[in-house]
């Protein structure tokens, strides 16, 4: 009997076989347009047009639909485009039920461009079982982040898809903080899962893309006939860029976790900061449930200072490894603070009545030393 292999085993080897001809270990980049055709309506091997068929986006959505564990995978220009596309899917009328705490352009998409097309959408604490409880009977969608964006709360996602199945809901992860080494929504009955592949997939800040995929084939020909109709599809060179970096994910997520552990720790301890956020601190009110469905707590630490936005303000331009940036997940260090950067987008009222308070700091813990990124953050409290 064969072994299933590891999850590192096929971050390496999955959606690729070394090609026949050549012997080539990694796909080439198909960089063409069009396909000529064997007689009018009969293309070669099925292939038409690049934004319908393309062998290096192909060889990346097989790679991310195994790890995943889904039966099919739809690579995009964005996360946004993965959103998005899967939204076009949904018909006017339908409720989508998303967590209150969201990426600032996945909250900015719903309520000011989506919202126009006739979807409706509430917001909801998905950390709350009772509120998982209260889902409306007229939910098409229920929206997930875990760890959400920025305050890393964490969904009990065995109890929000069993809320969803009893109003006959779907259910869409957001995957991109914990990525498939961590933790893998479908196999827990999730219908959909996302990912900003610009970050922890690709991980090395060099390319943007998303990534949608479906725990059912039954789902593939809508979600095909949606991607290729509206042209959200990713370039073939995004495609090779992103599953190169593919190749090194379980890697690098040991390196994150094992960071963003000890800088969480130090900055519990330092009398300068406030408050500490993370799934792996005993203290994270999620902590339980992350040990659960998590394999390991992920990369990102958020953080507070008494001081509040002058002192936040202060930090996150003292600091020299980490880099004042947006986006996350890549191998160097990132800080930012999401009011102003990331969440800006998002109503002051909302973001108030949900905790993510203006001098809250965000940091993208990278794959350095240890040690010196510890030093650096030390450093930069001093000076404040």
């Not at 990426?103 to 909801?124: N, P, S, V």
């Not at 479906?214 to 290729?228: G, M, P, T, V, Y």
Request: glycine share 8%.
């Amino acid at each position: 009997m064969k072994h299933p292999h590891g999850p590192g085993t096929r971050a390496v080897h999955a959606g690729w076989q070394p090609e026949e001809k050549t012997g080539a270990v990694m796909p080439p980049i198909y960089m063409t347009s069009t396909y000529v055709q064997d007689a009018p309506g009969q293309p070669r091997e099925g292939f038409e047009y690049s934004r319908t068929q393309n062998i290096t986006r192909f060889a990346l959505q097989d790679a991310l639909a195994d790890l995943e564990g889904g039966a099919c995978a739809f690579t995009m220009t964005s996360g946004m485009a993965a959103i998005h596309t899967l939204l076009l899917t949904l018909k006017p009328g339908d409720r989508v039920v998303a967590g209150c705490d969201l990426y600032g352009g996945t909250h900015r998409l719903f309520t000011r461009i989506e919202a126009r097309f006739g979807l409706q959408f509430d917001f909801i604490d998905t950390a709350d079982e009772a509120a998982l409880a209260a889902l409306p009977a007229d939910t098409r969608l229920l929206y997930l982040e875990t760890p959400s964006n920025p305050l890393l709360s964490i969904t009990p996602l065995e109890q929000a898809i069993a809320a969803a199945a009893r109003v006959g809901a779907e259910v869409a992860v957001d995957n991109t903080f914990a990525t498939p080494m961590l933790q893998q929504p479908l196999r827990l009955g999730a219908d959909y899962v996302i990912h900003s592949t610009t970050k922890y997939v690709s991980g090395h800040s060099d390319v943007v893309g998303g990534a949608l995929v479906a725990r059912d084939e039954a789902r593939k020909e809508d979600l095909w006939f949606h991607q290729n109709s509206a042209g959200t599809v990713n370039s073939p060179f995004d495609a090779f860029l992103t599953l190169r970096g593919l190749r090194t994910l379980h890697l690098r997520m040991q390196r994150h976790c094992e960071n963003a552990r000890l800088l969480a720790d130090f900055l519990t301890a330092h009398d300068k900061v406030e408050r500490v956020i993370f799934p792996g601190l005993p203290s994270h009110p999620g902590h339980a449930i992350a040990r659960e469905q998590m394999s390991d707590f992920g990369g990102m630490v958020c953080f507070e200072l008494p001081g509040g936005v002058p002192q936040a303000t202060a930090l996150v331009q003292a600091t020299e490894l980490f880099a004042l940036a947006e986006s996350l997940g890549g191998v160097e260090s990132l800080i930012e603070l999401p009011v102003p950067m990331t969440h800006a987008s998002v109503p002051a009222e909302h973001r108030r009545a949900i905790g993510i308070n203006d001098g809250l700091v965000r940091l993208s813990v990278g794959v350095e030393d240890g040690e010196d990124l510890r030093r650096d953050l030390e450093s930069a409290l001093a000076s404040v």
